[in-house]
């Protein structure tokens, strides 16, 4: 145990990280610290130095200072709320309709379990994939400050350095989209890739193009994977020149540019089109008009679809769909969990839907079923089959 501090002008701060230290490690609420003449004596300080030491443990709600009585260890939940992060700018019409939805359903349902909430809204640009700092400055300095008791986090993974390693030394659960977290709730992208490829093939349509937004250099594209195995599995192959990926589908003329490339490359064109995000879609229709291509005659389109975000279309279109809302209940279900100390699995999947558009598919190519959804061999089994909407969990109850 660590008795003396350097003497600088700080004394009180490095008194109150000591502290700080040993609380955390027996974070027990009740637990009655030494006199301050007796913290005065170990760390060869005097009595103010280790007053205000104790007073920057006071503001934290790490300690509680009882007139007469002493210094006790703080209730670590006392005046901390739950945190949920939004770093895409949600005022931005261009943000997906995702990440401005989802972050404020994530508050609706946990304040309806009697929960202080708080959203911290970042104001990073739709299209800016540069490295850069977190820009909610708020949300850092509610970490620095140990104001949080969960979090749910809609970020880039590059700012997970600056903050996820101080809440996982204070013990604050923390859940979000990507494998970084400890635990994590995602969309499942394999699903939406067999649903709009079986679509496709059923269709009798074989010459499919894929458009899908960038991944980083370091990472595969799960999209293209699973689209040249869908394919494969098919007996068809896939043609390379026909699958463009955006930088960021949220850029100037994403899905425009994208889509032109695909048409121009050769004189063969392709029959099917899966676009595996909504913000491209947008693009990719401009561009289709333009060009004077006959929807579904020529080509037969499916785009990737978030429930709720109103996404028309001048042509008939079949939607691969994914609820908003149903991430966000599973969100807030397991960051409750995590807070209650409850056995909680580390990754939750929400499925996709398949919904055919009356009209999608050319004259003599069948009815459709709307919401069905099988994959590509058509059995529309547990694995492949689209379930629709997620099964309505219980009310969430309070921690």
Not at 263 to 287: H, Y
Not at 337 to 347: F, I, N, S, Y
Request: charged content about 25%; some cysteine.
């Amino acid at each position: 145990m660590e008795n003396t501090v350097t003497k600088h002008p700080n004394l009180s701060e490095q008194i109150a990280a000591i502290l700080r230290q040993e609380i955390l490690a027996d974070p027990e609420p009740g637990r009655r610290l030494p006199p301050i003449m007796e913290l005065a004596k170990r760390f060869k300080v005097s009595y103010e130095t280790v007053r205000s030491g104790l007073r920057l443990l006071s503001q934290e709600g790490l300690v509680e200072q009882r007139t007469g009585s002493g210094t006790y260890v703080g209730d670590p939940t006392r005046n901390r709320h739950v945190g949920v992060l939004a770093e895409w700018d949600i005022s931005d019409p261009r943000t997906s309709y995702f990440y401005r939805r989802t972050p404020q359903r994530v508050v609706r349902f946990l304040r309806a379990n009697g929960l202080p909430v708080r959203l911290y809204a970042g104001h990073l640009a739709p299209d800016d994939e540069s490295l850069r700092p977190l820009t909610c400055t708020d949300f850092l300095e509610a970490v620095e400050r140990r104001r949080l008791r969960g979090v749910v986090a809609f970020a880039p993974d590059d700012t997970m350095p600056q903050w996820l390693g101080a809440l996982q030394r204070q013990r604050v659960p923390v859940v979000g989209g990507t494998a970084g977290y400890a635990c994590q709730v995602r969309s499942d992208y394999a699903a939406q890739v067999r649903l709009g490829v079986g679509y496709l093939l059923r269709r009798g349509r074989h010459r499919l193009a894929l458009m899908e937004y960038h991944w980083p250099e370091d990472r595969r594209s799960k999209f293209v994977e699973n689209f040249q195995a869908a394919l494969t599995g098919a007996g068809v192959v896939a043609n390379e020149r026909w699958i463009r990926r955006a930088p960021t589908p949220c850029a100037p003329q994403a899905g425009w540019e994208e889509f032109r490339a695909i048409w121009a490359e050769g004189r063969e064109k392709p029959d099917g089109l899966l676009i595996c995000n909504d913000n491209l879609f947008p693009g990719a229709v401009m561009a289709i008009l333009q060009l004077g291509i006959r929807v579904p005659e020529d080509l037969l389109v499916v785009t990737h679809f978030n429930k709720g975000s109103g996404m028309i279309s001048p042509f008939p279109v079949a939607k691969v769909q994914m609820d908003p809302e149903a991430y966000a209940r599973a969100a807030a279900e397991m960051l409750l969990q995590l807070m209650r100390h409850e056995p909680v699995e580390k990754e939750r999947v929400i499925p996709y839907e398949l919904l055919e558009t009356p009209g999608a598919a050319a004259p003599g190519e069948g009815e459709t079923k709307q919401g069905h959804g099988e994959g590509v061999d058509g059995h529309g089994d547990a694995q492949t089959r689209g379930h629709g909407d997620a099964v309505p969990s219980p009310e969430l109850v309070g921690v």
